[in-house]
Every structure is written in structure tokens, then in C-alpha cells.
């Protein structure tokens, strides 16, 4: 038996950035006159936290950092036909973006429900790619470790880059007692995670070490700013988005402590060719 009917989000961009306006089209087509008692669409950023630790949770922590939700239908019959709803969020300036580690995984979905008497509800979803804004202030995803002595984190002007090119930023230490630091290194890795069902399948391999400090140094309470530049591979796979399939590159930070765990921290790189 053919489907009789039909109901699916289509946004109008597959990235965005943090303060921009999301715009998406809601589709339902019905093959013969139905009713409806409403329709709601959600869009929504959740966290999957591994490894984490806090008051509440130990070992993994699910939180939600964003949620707006509109009615995007009211209660109507309607006759066979397709019918579009235009519907639009506007994103806060300070929402994290899209990002996908071994620890951490932010995702952004836009969920819709449709309402019918005497039926089951309707659903459809989609994902959304949302990067960080080049004026926005450094986001820190990684939750700091037991036992770590700093915070570490990122003055990234773009995540967007071009294979073969050159990207400079800054590793931002933020000493929470006083430290000696011994050492710092990025590294370039390409991650690559495949949904299948209820499997997830990751993958990771490192592209490039970057050594940004060698020498060793004392800091209390004052950030200490280790600036780099790192060419980026001319092969470098670009970012890839399809279906429950991503590649992403990631830049990641490990600033050495004496006597203390290494502080580390990661950023989301999205390259792309031409």
C-alpha cells in the first residue's frame, strides 16, 4: 500500500551561525481531506557529556542547552493537497556549536510533531549544523578533568577553512591555581562518526602536531596566550554532512603541568575544498 501521506522539515541552509535567523519549510501532503488538531516544531541543542563529573552525574551527563518551540499549525481540515509552513528561530549568540569528540557530542535538531484525532502523532526531525561566529567569545565544550589545574580554551577568528591554507588563533590558559607549565602541543585530528541504528561507529586519526611551548614557566592568575599558525593539509578530507554520517577535522590543545594532569581542550575545524 502506497503512503497516504507525507511530512518532512526542510530547512533552508544546512549550517548556520550563532545569532542568526533559522528559517525552515514544513511540508504535509495528504491524499484525501484530513483534520488536524495542531502542529508544534521544536529546535533543539542537547550535549552528550562522557566522562563527566559534577554534583549530580558521574560518568555521563545528558544537558540541554537550548530549546524554542512554536506552534507552527492551529486545529484545521483541510482538503487533499500539500500544505507548507514556514516557521523561524532566531539562534542566542552564545549557544555552542556543532561539535562530535570521544567525549563530548552537541547536537542541533529541529523536531516536528503534527497532531491528528484518533491516529498516532506524526514526527519528523532534521539536523542542523550551527559553527561558532567569528565575533562571538571562545566556547569551552571540554569539561576540565578531576584533578586538572587550568582551564584551556580557544581565540579562534573562523572554524571555517580551506585546505592548503594557513589558520592562526590562540590557546588560552587559565590558570586556576598556580602552575608550571612545561609544555604545549596542538594537534590536527580528523574524526569521523557513522550512526547505524543503535551502533555508532567512530573513527579518529591525527593529521599534524604543532609543539607551541617548550620552555617551562610559572603562571598564577594571569591567562597565559600561546599564539600559533598551522598549515592545513592541500588533501585534507572536507567536512561531511550526510544522512548519519559526519567527518569533521578538530584542533586540540594539551598544555603539560607539572606534578598535574595535563589540561586539554578541542575545538571543531570544518575545511572545505576549493
Same mark, same amino acid.
Given at each position: 500500500?502506497?503512503?497516504?501521506?507525507?511530512?518532512?522539515?526542510?530547512?533552508?541552509?544546512?549550517?548556520?551561525?550563532?545569532?542568526?535567523?533559522?528559517?525552515?519549510?514544513?511540508?504535509?501532503?495528504?491524499?484525501?481531506?484530513?483534520?488536524?488538531?495542531?502542529?508544534?516544531?521544536?529546535?533543539?541543542?542537547?550535549?552528550?557529556?562522557?566522562?563527566?563529573?559534577?554534583?549530580?552525574?558521574?560518568?555521563?551527563?545528558?544537558?540541554?542547552?537550548?530549546?524554542?518551540?512554536?506552534?507552527?499549525?492551529?486545529?484545521?481540515?483541510?482538503?487533499?493537497?500539500?500544505?507548507?509552513?514556514?516557521?523561524?528561530?532566531?539562534?542566542?549568540?552564545?549557544?555552542?556549536?556543532?561539535?562530535?569528540?570521544?567525549?563530548?557530542?552537541?547536537?542541533?535538531?529541529?523536531?516536528?510533531? #503534527?497532531? @491528528? !484525532?484518533?491516529?498516532?502523532? +506524526?514526527?519528523?526531525?532534521?539536523? &542542523?549544523?550551527?559553527? %561558532?561566529?567569528?565575533?562571538?567569545?571562545?566556547?569551552?565544550?571540554?569539561?576540565?578533568?578531576?584533578?586538572?589545574?587550568?582551564?584551556?580554551?580557544?581565540?579562534?577568528?573562523?572554524?571555517?577553512?580551506?585546505?592548503?591554507?594557513?589558520?592562526?588563533?590562540?590557546? #588560552?590558559? @587559565? !590558570?586556576?591555581?598556580?602552575? +608550571?607549565?612545561?609544555?604545549?602541543? &596542538?594537534?590536527?585530528? %580528523?574524526?569521523?562518526?557513522?550512526?547505524?541504528?543503535?551502533?555508532?561507529?567512530?573513527?579518529?586519526?591525527?593529521?599534524?602536531?604543532?609543539?607551541?611551548?617548550?620552555?617551562?614557566?610559572?603562571?598564577?592568575?594571569?591567562?597565559?596566550?600561546?599564539?600559533?599558525?598551522?598549515? @592545513? !593539509?592541500?588533501?585534507?578530507?572536507?567536512?561531511?554532512?550526510?544522512?548519519?554520517?559526519?567527518?569533521?577535522?578538530?584542533?586540540?590543545?594539551?598544555?603539560?603541568?607539572?606534578?598535574?594532569?595535563?589540561?586539554?581542550?578541542?575545538?571543531?575545524?570544518?575545511?572545505?575544498?576549493?
Amino acid at each position: 500500500m502506497k503512503n497516504e501521506a507525507g511530512f518532512a522539515i526542510r530547512p533552508e541552509h544546512s549550517a548556520y551561525r550563532p545569532g542568526e535567523q533559522v528559517t525552515a519549510w514544513i511540508s504535509v501532503r495528504r491524499r484525501r481531506p484530513a483534520t488536524f488538531r495542531g502542529g508544534m516544531v521544536q529546535l533543539v541543542c542537547s550535549g552528550h557529556y562522557r566522562g563527566a563529573h559534577s554534583q549530580h552525574h558521574s560518568g555521563e551527563a545528558w544537558v540541554t542547552h537550548f530549546k524554542s518551540e512554536q506552534i507552527f499549525t492551529d486545529p484545521a481540515q483541510v482538503e487533499a493537497e500539500e500544505l507548507l509552513f514556514e516557521v523561524n528561530f532566531k539562534l542566542p549568540t552564545d549557544v555552542p556549536p556543532t561539535y562530535a569528540g570521544n567525549l563530548i557530542e552537541v547536537e542541533w535538531k529541529m523536531k516536528a510533531k #503534527l497532531d @491528528i !484525532p484518533r491516529r498516532l502523532d +506524526e514526527t519528523a526531525e532534521t539536523r &542542523l549544523t550551527v559553527v %561558532r561566529s567569528a565575533l562571538a567569545d571562545s566556547i569551552q565544550l571540554d569539561m576540565p578533568r578531576r584533578g586538572t589545574a587550568c582551564d584551556v580554551a580557544f581565540d579562534l577568528p573562523n572554524q571555517w577553512v580551506r585546505a592548503g591554507d594557513q589558520i592562526e588563533g590562540t590557546v #588560552l590558559v @587559565i !590558570p586556576l591555581a598556580e602552575v +608550571e607549565i612545561t609544555g604545549a602541543q &596542538l594537534e590536527l585530528l %580528523r574524526n569521523e562518526v557513522v550512526h547505524t541504528g543503535s551502533f555508532t561507529r567512530q573513527g579518529q586519526k591525527r593529521e599534524k602536531i604543532l609543539k607551541l611551548s617548550s620552555a617551562s614557566k610559572s603562571v598564577k592568575g594571569l591567562m597565559e596566550r600561546l599564539g600559533f599558525r598551522i598549515a @592545513i !593539509p592541500d588533501k585534507a578530507q572536507p567536512f561531511l554532512a550526510v544522512g548519519e554520517a559526519r567527518g569533521y577535522h578538530e584542533l586540540r590543545a594539551k598544555v603539560a603541568i607539572r606534578g598535574r594532569t595535563d589540561c586539554v581542550s578541542s575545538v571543531p575545524l570544518f575545511i572545505y575544498n576549493g
